[in-house]
């Protein structure tokens, strides 16, 4: 079965460089959500979108923006990175953005800033 | 205030012990939603189970049973026969609505079993 795809897999950057996420969610699912998962942390909710709107809004910076496209990828942007951002960051897509909705994780993308 | 507490960091059986995850909440509402999740080390996160706040039944999944008590706002976690294979960071996570018609998920800080041969 198809699962949550994210790319890239890893990423390394430099301190004030941007970077972009890409999250491909599971055919028909409807709702994508963004986490941040630091070293030896639990995840984090960023935000989540629902048809192309954003949904809820978590723990996000504002040094980043996510949007959800009309295909219902989502892209994470982060710009003016700091060492703090070192971090996993999962996307999740569900059919339909209710509680009891199952969250499929997608296997993360591992970003590094140097 | 949304709260999910594990109050075990590590856990280290060996293999064919049963081991139990603990997991507490705290919520206001009273629909709500809790889950598990594994977390190997090669990162994913896989879910396990869910539960409603209205479903108290304890579920037997093969090695693996949740026991889900409100009285006490716990939703422990046992794996019945650990193998090597289940060494893992375990996440509870409770979900509840929100005013704006979605809804937030929490995760505890999880626990790191380690299951040795």
């Known amino acids: 079965a198809a699962g949550v795809i994210q790319s890239p897999r890893h990423l390394i950057k430099e301190k004030r460089e941007t970077a972009t996420l890409k999250c491909y969610p599971i055919p028909r699912h409807d709702t994508v959500y963004w986490y941040q998962q630091g070293p030896g942390q639990d995840p984090q909710f960023l935000i989540s979108?629902?048809?192309?709107?954003?949904?809820d809004k978590g723990s996000i910076p504002d040094r980043f923006s996510a949007q959800q496209f009309s295909d219902y990828h989502s892209e994470l942007n982060m710009s003016s990175l700091e060492l703090g951002d070192s971090a996993l960051y999962f996307c999740a897509s569900s059919s339909g953005r209710g509680a009891w909705n199952e969250q499929f994780f997608g296997p993360g993308t591992r970003l590094t800033v140097l | 205030a949304q709260k999910v507490t594990q109050a075990q960091t590590e856990i280290s059986v060996v293999e064919k012990e049963d081991v139990t995850l603990d997991c507490v909440y705290e919520t206001r509402d009273t629909t709500y939603y809790l889950f598990w999740y594994k977390q190997p080390p090669s990162g994913e996160l896989v879910f396990l189970i869910r539960r409603n706040s209205f479903d108290e039944q304890n579920e037997i999944s093969g090695r693996y049973s949740w026991n889900f008590q409100k009285s006490t706002s716990s939703f422990n976690f046992t794996i019945t026969a650990s193998q090597v294979v289940d060494s893992a960071v375990y996440f509870c996570a409770l979900s509840e609505a929100r005013e704006t018609g979605g809804f937030k998920t929490i995760f505890g800080a999880g626990t790191r079993l380690f299951v040795k041969a």
């Open positions: 979108f629902y048809e192309k709107m954003q949904s």
